[in-house]
């Protein structure tokens, strides 16, 4: 996999938010991560990290602070030509984490999916259109009769797959999917997870899986990051972060996985972490190599702490 | 109602009217939660959790009905000591009487109950102005101090802040803060912690345990997340199409489940040794409310079904004290049914790992 191109490169992406004259929110610190076409890219992290932040700079929702995104071979980090900008909204496809405040609604559930079908004039005829939706809808568990429903008349669950439907339907090569599952009962989950696999093996789709839920994290993903204040702590294989986490930050997050087993969770206790009385500065650490793809970012003296 | 019941939802029933037709959502709800007590409400996603919840704060929409059934609400607090039918109550004394200072819910969908224009610190000291008179330095003290509570760092430069400055898990503990501000007797919480990563959510969940140690409230959570439900339940309700199909500890649904669908909900959920190529699914899909259920509306998609599944509807069968299950498999009269190898070993497998927790 390490000799192909890459479908998305990312280098020292930082994303500042200014809320008042004294008070900026540094949301992402000079990220760096690539994602190979076909592959599934984990991010996981405390909340308010910077990972909806991450996706919504790809997606070019935020102008990024600073740093390079390449994407397909296209700059896409600065200001965009028209036909560079096209091939991204096309290509790039985001499940938003907040299903609600991203659907119309005033539109129907037929007219919310095939938006960006619509947009990029992709169907030959209303018929063609129609059949998409519904074929998109039955892949996601859902049915014809949704269509012509509005997004309130859904479940939390059902709302989501709206998401995941519109994102799907047009066959990208990279779909950013925040948070994407977490609202769905387990076994549609399975299912939706299941769909995700399909599709990649069938178009080598490529996913960036934002999620909090590491048992599905560690499932899906090949690679995995770990994101803290807006640095990226640890990356590797899933098989490296689960086998050999080094950072405290990691130690604490896959001790906190909640154990569905009522005797055992019931007397668990997780290890904790603090960053600001850990006396960590992550300004001042850089990446280390630790074996194949596994890195961690820290000084000298913070590694030899944590082996 | 017993004498420490705070909640008892019976045969509810209630409807949508669309454009295809009439949706029978909740087809006959019943369930008991004592005081002091965790209930945790599972089930398929559509299958009636929050509507249920809706209905007992009221706030079904416009377009919604109860056609049956009763909510029956005690409260310990001083101005109003008998059950109540929280569906006979109409808008105005639900908000004034109930909603937020004896009940407060947390909706799964942050954005939605956030006001998008209003500061996060004046919707957290909303509720204590509105219902206790608390005066403004006061409240104003009390919501930094939630927000420190539930885990936002710079609490006092937080309370400028509007929901869209906030990540989704932010807005979620602001949401949580709003609920626990009025100190309310009941408190729902649906999907409390779906957006928040695995530390916050332990603490989360420790800081509501907590409070609801100290001051004996009752809590209803909703959630897809079995390790959650593991963490903090009592007792378990499983829903599928509009019904609770199992109820029973916490122990007794994990352990030892009757009802098939509850075995494909275990069956399906991945845990950290899963390494299939493909995670176990429950065949199907669910039924479609709008046409009138004949029988076990699980049956199309039930392995285990038995011929009179597709024509009557199962009863509510005892396995303990605690612990029932509609099914017909648990009739005297059926062929002997044990839930999935598969199923079995991870069983057996947990047990073990409690086992070994336990020495
Ligand atoms: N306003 C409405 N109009 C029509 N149907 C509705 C309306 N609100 C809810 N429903 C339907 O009622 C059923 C139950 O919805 P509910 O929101 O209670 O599901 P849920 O169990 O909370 O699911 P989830 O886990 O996905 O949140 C669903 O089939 C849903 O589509
Ligand atoms: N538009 C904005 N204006 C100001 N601050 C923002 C904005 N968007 C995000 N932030 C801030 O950036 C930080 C990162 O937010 P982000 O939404 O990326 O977190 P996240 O990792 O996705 O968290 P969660 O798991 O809770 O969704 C937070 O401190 C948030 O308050
Ligand atoms: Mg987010
Ligand atoms: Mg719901």
């Known amino acids: ?307 | 109602m017993e004498k420490n019941t705070i909640l008892s939802i019976q045969d509810l029933s209630i409807s949508f009217t669309t454009g295809a037709g009439e949706v029978s959502a909740i087809r006959g709800v019943n369930f008991d939660l004592h005081r002091g007590e965790t209930i945790a409400i599972v089930g398929e996603s559509g299958s009636g959790k929050s509507v249920t919840m809706k209905a007992i704060m009221g706030i079904l929409s416009s377009n919604g009905k109860v056609n049956s059934g009763k909510i029956l609400f005690s409260s310990a607090k001083e101005d109003m000591e008998e059950d109540i039918d929280l569906l006979k109550l109409d808008k105005k004394e639900m908000r004034r009487k109930i909603n937020g200072k004896r009940i407060a819910m947390i909706f799964q969908d942050p954005m939605t109950s956030l006001n998008p224009v209003m500061t996060i610190g004046a919707q957290i000291m909303e509720g204590m102005k509105w219902h206790y008179k608390t005066p403004k330095k006061e409240a104003y003290k009390r919501a930094v101090e939630l927000l420190q509570l539930v885990g936002i760092t710079d609490a006092e430069k937080r309370m400028k802040n509007y929901p869209h400055q906030l990540s989704g898990g932010m807005r979620q503990r602001v949401v949580i803060a709003i609920a626990l501000a009025c100190n309310p007797e009941l408190l729902i919480c649906d999907e409390p912690t779906t957006a928040l990563d695995v530390t916050i959510q332990a603490k989360i969940l420790e800081l509501i345990k907590d409070i609801q140690k100290k001051l004996d409230i009752s809590v209803i959570y909703i959630t897809h997340d079995l390790g959650v439900v593991a963490k903090v339940a009592d007792y378990v309700a499983v829903m599928y199409a509009g019904k609770i199909v199992e109820k029973g500890l916490v122990n007794e649904i994990f352990y030892e489940p009757k009802h098939p669908y509850t075995w494909g909900l275990l069956s399906a959920m991945p845990d950290l040794d899963t390494n299939d190529d493909k995670l176990y699914t429950i065949p199907g899909t669910p039924p479609n409310l709008v046409n009138k259920v004949a029988g076990d509306a699980f049956a199309p998609r039930n392995i285990f079904a038995l011929n009179i599944d597709n024509r009557l509807e199962p009863p509510m069968f005892q396995v303990s004290e605690t612990h029932f299950a509609s099914t017909w498999l648990l009739h005297e009269n059926a062929p002997k049914t044990e839930m999935p190898v598969e199923l079995k070993a991870r069983v057996e497998r947990m047990l073990g790992e409690a086992k070994k927790d336990g020495e």
């Open chain 1, 1 to 307: 996999m390490e000799n192909k191109q890459p479908l998305l490169s990312v280098e020292g992406l930082h994303q500042h938010f200014k809320v008042s004259r004294s008070y900026t929110v540094k949301a992402v610190n000079g990220v760096d991560f690539v994602i190979y076409p076909g592959e599934t890219y984990g991010l996981v992290g405390e909340s308010g990290s910077g990972k909806s932040t991450i996706g919504r700079s790809l997606i070019r929702l935020y102008n990024p602070t600073a740093g390079k995104i390449v994407f397909d071979g296209e700059n896409i980090s600065g200001k965009m030509s028209k036909s560079t900008e096209k091939h991204l909204r096309t290509n790039m496809q985001m499940i938003f984490q907040d299903p609600m405040a991203c659907l119309n609604p005033r539109k129907k559930v037929l007219e919310i999916i095939a938006q960006g079908l619509d947009i990029h004039h992709i169907c030959k005829n209303k018929k063609e259109r129609e059949d998409m939706v519904y074929q998109i809808l039955e892949k996601v568990g859902l049915s014809k009769e949704h269509a012509n429903r509005y997004p309130h008349q859904f479940s939390g669950g059902q709302r989501q797959r709206i998401g995941i439907a519109r994102a799907l339907i047009m066959n990208p090569k990279l779909i950013i999917a925040d948070e994407a599952i977490s609202a769905l009962d387990v076994s549609i989950q399975a299912q939706v997870v299941n769909l995700m696999k399909d599709i990649q093996k069938e178009t080598n789709t490529a996913i960036l899986f934002i999620a909090h839920d590491l048992s599905m994290v560690k499932y899906i993903s090949d690679r995995i990051g770990v994101l803290h204040l807006g640095y990226l702590v640890e990356t590797g294989t899933t098989e490296e972060i689960f086998r050999n986490p080094i950072h405290p930050y990691t130690k604490s997050l896959l001790s906190a996985i909640p154990h569905p087993n009522p005797i055992v969770e019931k007397s668990r206790v997780s290890v904790t972490y603090n960053y600001v009385t850990s006396g960590i500065d992550y300004a001042k650490g850089s990446q280390n190599h630790i074996e194949g793809t596994h890195y961690v970012l820290g000084t000298k003296e913070e590694l030899e702490m944590w082996a």
